[in-house]
């Protein structure tokens, strides 16, 4: 146990019993406890393995190569379509943890696994996502909008992208782009 990780569990509101549930069987696994994006993390030789979050509705791990996993369960979750490598085992009570828990540990020993053998997610390329309509006519529209995207990083790329793709709405949509295009001309990503 890490002691600059406890104030992350006893500050919980919720799940407490289930977030130090979490905690046990993690620790169990001989990883590193560290805290990284305000969340306890755990780690192999300094590669993140998994992290314990919780939500309004349910706490969870978080397998950073989860899509690596072998999930014989179906109990590992994609949050988002956009997520690529990471899924999330999610719990709604202790009982639920306990019951779950050599499955836990064996999808820990799996992801220390795949990390010892230097596994790694492939990932989609930038080109690969597809380009809202609204933004695409922009970009047919404006050559300096154009020149200025593929400027861009890949990832701010891929950051816009999801960003004009994600409502909807075409209305949403369009003003989502209106407003990003001056950040674009001027070389800037979605949260520079």
């Known amino acids: 146990m890490n002691p600059k990780v406890d104030f992350f569990f006893s500050k919980a509101k919720n799940w407490q019993e289930e977030l130090n549930q979490l905690r046990r069987i993690v620790l169990d696994c001989n990883l590193s406890e560290d805290l990284k994006w305000g969340n306890p993390c755990y780690t192999f030789e300094k590669s993140n393995i998994v992290l314990i979050h919780a939500f309004k509705e349910y706490c969870a791990l978080l397998f950073f190569k989860g899509a690596l996993l072998i999930d014989f369960s179906e109990v590992l979750i994609q949050q988002t379509e956009n997520v690529q490598a990471a899924r999330q085992m999610r719990f709604t009570n202790v009982d639920q943890i306990v019951e779950l828990e050599p499955t836990i540990k064996a999808c820990i020993q799996e992801a220390i696994k795949a990390e010892k053998a230097g596994l790694k997610v492939e990932f989609k390329k930038t080109e690969e996502f597809s380009i809202p309509e609204e933004f695409q006519r922009k970009l047919n529209e404006i050559s300096m909008l154009k020149t200025a995207f593929e400027a861009l990083t890949p990832g701010r790329q891929r950051a816009y992208i999801l960003h004009f793709g994600a ?5 949403t949509r369009e ?7 001056e950040k674009i001309l001027n070389g800037k990503g979605l949260n520079d």
């Open 175 to 181: 003003s989502r782009v209106e407003k990003c295009m």
């Open 167 to 171: 409502p909807k709405q075409v209305s």
